[in-house]
Nanobody
Framework: QVQLVESGGGLVQAGGSLRLSCAAS????????MGWFRQAPGKEREFVAT????????DYADSVKGRFTISRDNAKNTVYLQMNSLKPEDTAVYYC???????????????????WGQGTQVTVSS
């Protein structure tokens, strides 16, 4: 079982930037795809970004394309989410997740992820 710990959340003004990190431990990080999801108050959890186990494939929700970048450093067992041009509607708790199966295709489906972090709050003020 993998353990995931997010960090880097906080309060930022609209137009600002934040970088979220997710440190993994407990199993071989480099063979699992990773994803970021978010959940705003009163809303369902939604997909934000995913990256394949090799880092060669990424995908984003339409709402964040061109503003967010997902990356990973397999030597550090860490996945990142660089968030630029933040908007108030980006306010949410952000969760990282690890794919259920090794070397699976990157996916935006939450049920394809077997381990989740505790989340980090991102608040964007207008």
């Amino acid at each position: 079982q993998v353990q995931l710990v997010e960090s880097g959340g906080g309060l930022v003004q609209a137009g600002g930037s934040l970088r979220l990190s997710c440190a993994a431990s407990g199993r071989t990080f480099s063979t699992y795809g990773m994803g970021w999801f978010r959940q705003a108050p009163g809303k369902e959890r939604e997909f934000v970004a995913t990256i394949s186990w090799s880092g060669g494939t990424t995908d984003y929700a339409d709402s964040v394309k061109g503003r967010f970048t997902i990356s990973r450093d397999n030597a550090k067992n860490t996945v990142y989410l660089q968030m630029n041009s933040l908007k108030p509607e980006d306010t949410a708790v952000y969760y990282c997740a690890s794919a259920r199966w090794p070397r699976a295709r990157a996916t935006d489906r939450g049920n394809e992820y077997g381990s989740w972090g505790q989340g980090t709050q991102v608040t964007v003020s207008s």
